[in-house]
């Protein structure tokens, strides 16, 4: 067969596929349909109007959530009812190029990656407004065009093993829990630690630490650590995948050159290949365990301030001022909400942010141990926010979100608490970045007195580096009244 008419046949098998998918609705919509919906109702109706650069996290996860579907469906749901109806060795019988059958899966799936990227790349630019520029658009579409190949592998090892009718079952017990502990639909910070510590076992938080790192949203570990996951990923499932075919009398890539006497060729290879892509896998797991690495944030700080560098710098910022030896914030008992240092508390809410809740504070009297006064916080939660609050916020440097102070010395955050027997967080900010994405401590205020006790080790990013501290309450529709006293680090 000559050239041309080689390459012809593997476009014509490539559009053939791509056609098939697209006019199969069970797998079009959905795939097509379900990120870009999701990224329109987060990303756009649910976003933060008063800074457009927090959506563009969510335009990285949700990008990755729609390159996953595309090779977990595309490969493995049909590919299992196509060989278990005896399709793929009634095409081994056409005359079709070596490998045509595979390629063509990939490219469909990469096809619908490229038009699922292309879609909320339009949106963010759009209707999102998000600060996107095109060298970023570009880098986050080849991630994700490229990215759908571990996916592919992992979708044709499902294929591979089961039957047709459990395919689905299992492409979605795969897809939805490893979309959610790889920190696509919850930020990580917001996860549990073990959640958190977990997250680099999985291809979909490679890639989406990939999409996040060429926006300058902060990614863990290097870019070559996680290439070397994903590429470990796909070596080791597309192995597997093909051993357990080939065992069926399917062989995707074509016949097998007979070996000499005495020599397993083949069992050698794949053994090699196997213990290649585990080492890979190992060592972007590893490498990924590495903190976060912030990009800087010039509009954040002035120009040629040390906070500038230590956001580029990333891991490697100096830490904030240090922090008073006593560790005592304030105890109100001098009937002022001010504290021992930096800016008192104030009322704080998501108004600052394009939202409508409002919250108000005063000094009452009477608080925790006998002591003579408390803050009380009162208001109301309103919906219009992604992350609607209202609360109460101390930043331990003067001018909110400017500084930050190093508390690495201290072990717990204790202050006593007492309200409506509502849930409430205590929130940090607390990494070079100031845009990047808090942790939370949830606590219930009840009826009388108790002491609440926030181990930072476990619930802040980086005590060395604490922008401010939040007491709030995220419930929309409903008011609440809190108040707290005796504010220390321990």
Known sequence: MS?????????????????????????????LVFPAMFYLLFGVLLANKADPSHGLGTFARLGVFGTMAPGLFGFGVSLAFEREYGLLKFKQALPMPHGSYLLARMAMAMLFASVIASLLILIAFTLAHAPLTAGQAAKVFVIEVLGVLPFCAIGLCVGAFVSGQAAPAIVNIIYLPMSLVSGLWVPLQFMPKMVQELAPLWPANHLAQLALGALGQGMSGSVWTHIAALVGVTIVFFVIATRRLASG??????????ARPGFAIGAVLTRSFVFIGIGLIIAGVMGSKAPAKPAADKAATPEGSSESAAATAGTHAPAGVAAPADGRIADFDAGSPQARYGIGFGASSDKFVGGESSSEIRIVDGGAESSKGSLEITGTVRPGFAYPFAGTSFFPTGEPMKGMMDYSKFKTLSFFARGDGKKYAV????????????????FEAGSEWHEVRVPLADFVVDPARIRGITIAYGMPGESFSLQIDNVRFL
Do not use: Q
Not at 8 to 24: I, N, P, Q
Not at 427 to 442: C, E, G, R, V
């Open 3 to 31: 050239t041309s008419r080689l390459v012809a046949a593997y476009l014509h098998d490539m559009r053939f596929e791509f056609t098939k998918m697209l006019r199969t609705p069970a797998f079009a919509v959905p795939t």
């Open 249 to 258: 009398g399917v062989r995707l890539l074509g016949n097998r050159a007979k």
């Open 427 to 442: 929130t940090f900010f607390s990494t070079a970045d100031p845009h990047s994405i808090p942790s939370s401590y949830p």
